[in-house]
């Protein structure tokens, strides 16, 4: 532990932790924000206000309008029709909330803007949809169907004598089950660069192939993390080579696309230019030593 | 003005109702929706490929032991002189291991006893016996092995089915009922033994190997030898002088397996290096080691097929790929620095 801590950077963790974990903030604060304005437009008349609403009514619109844009970035593509879902349910509750007194300006953010939205979204991604329902992906084809079709039912107020469970029970699931899955997704994430040594042999004995993670390379040794969580210090002089195996690329699980995009992939993915997944596989990133 | 309301009050306010009702039904099936699935992309997951071999502890290992057989020409044979192994077995062995990343000089085979197939020992005459990775050694595949603990089989890859052997010049055998009352000799763990007790036929079933049953049937003491034909037309094509191969025409087929035992990672990637072999119209490898063994047999061995020349079929094994290895319902092979020079290579030939 203190080997890690000594030669991993700060700074290292931290871009760690915000590369992996930079999907989960909007998912937190824009469900927050539906059920919160729900639950304002479901009692407004009646019922005292919550912590939940409050929270809800004193965010600004530009913070609600930034994390749609940086859930739009960050989201794979298969949950961007729930993020249009929720998008949708705060534009038409605050709209309600908003204007009363103005029933067709309600009418059409509430009803006619989620169907129209709906149908681009059909038209985008019903190819997807048949794919995953061939392939018996049936999870992925239900988060790409039924979003769109339940958005125009969500922009109105719930029954008032629910509306407190209904909305509080999910905020508060995850507001107390949140910090378990960041840790979760954090621990997995990968720190240190895996690589393979071949180590120096006799002739005609078959040479020593050790994988593990480099923690820190100084001029005598080469100290590395194995995969049993052991700490090797092996000296400079008996590597013969060494070769950066690439570490467990994110291969997706769906090979289902929607206009040549994977569903499993963010629209950040896209855009930033990364070095394709190696086709070959170094025989000694498997543990064989290679042929001189 | 009032009694309009009043009228037209509780219709309203029954749609408004039955409205909200609407809406927390869409709400809960919303969360349902998104947490069920969020939760079952989290936990359900394929292993990929390398996942597979980080499971099947092929990582970090220097050699695969391969059991074989080692006295049955053409299918697994073992040159006395040299040592060297080869044959229809040998070369699917190679096939077997090239995909799980070894190379032709970091594949060892042993040579097993019929009998200690399913328990996977082998010996190298040094020491206590070896636990063998793989079993290629014309195995068939029977139910009655699969019950077995610890005896678990990949999807076949040879087809062929029981045949008779004999002298050069014996009576035509077409079925097994020719041999009622003779003495036939077979291995004892065969599964040729029952249908050949069932014709009436006087079974001498005490061998360990079946080339023990040669001596026997150029001495006279048998008449005849029954086994699969695949290795019955090894021996014929040896010595088609001495022997003589017959078709009984029985209908069931015999299913040779490889034999993974309790590795369950390695028998998913034996079946996957089958599959590609199978269904990737650029692998040849099979057909080459069909062609390189057993096609040569055939002429010696008259009417009776040596075995089916196509590959049988394989279950597509579930993985996760990139989307270009999945090209067109096809999965290839991620391309080692080897295969890559050797597709070089038989490209010019």
Redesign the interface.
Known sequence: MLLLVQNVGPLDLISSLVITLMWVPPVFIL?GQALGL?FLA?TRETGPESWLSRTADRTPDWVIAVTVMWAATSWQLRFVP?LV?VTLMIVGLSARLRNPDRPQLIKAVCVGLPLGVAVLEYLWFTPAIKAAFANGEV??A??LL??PL?AP??T????AR?ARV?THA?AAGAALLGPFLLVAIFLRAPILPPVALQLNADPGV?P??V?GSVVTVDDTMTTLLD?DGAVRFVPNGQVATKVLCPG?EQ???S?V?AHEW?VEQSALEWLLPSRG?Q?????RC????E?P | MPEEDSTEAPRGRLFR?W?????????????A??V??GL??WW???P?E??L?TEAM??????LLVGVLGDIPGIGYRDPATGVYSGFDIDIAYLVAEDL???PN?VRFLTIENEDRGRMLVNDGQGPPLAADLVVASYSITDERIQKQHVHFSAPYLETEQSVMTLKGHAPVSDLSDLAGKPVCTLTTATSSSPAGQAGVLVKGNKTKISDCLPGLLSGEYDAVTTDAAILAGFVHARPDLYEHHDIGLVASEMYGINTGDNDALRQLVNLALYRSRNDPKDTRWEAAYDRNLSPEQPDSGRQPVAINKQPKVDEVRI????WE?LAGVMHA????DR?RRRGVSSGR
Not at chain 1, 279 to 283: A, C, G, I, N, W
Not at chain 1, 286 to 289: A, I
Not at chain 2, 58 to 63: A, E, F, M, N, P
């Open positions: 469900p729900l479901s729930v879902m999870a992925l239900l988060i039924l979003p339940l039912l969500l109105g107020p719930i029954p629910v209904a999910p078959l020593k192939v994988l995969s467990e291969i997706p699980n090979a696309m994977s997944p086709k070959e596989t170094d025989p498997e543990g064989r030593p042929e | 109702h409205g909200r009702a609407a809406r927390l039904t869409a709400l809960l099936i919303a969360l929706l998104v069920g699935t079952y992309f359900q997951s394929e990929s390398d996942d071999k092929l990582t970090g290992k220097s050699q990343g070894f190379r970091q996760r790929q990139w989307p999945r991620p391309l080692t620095a890559r």
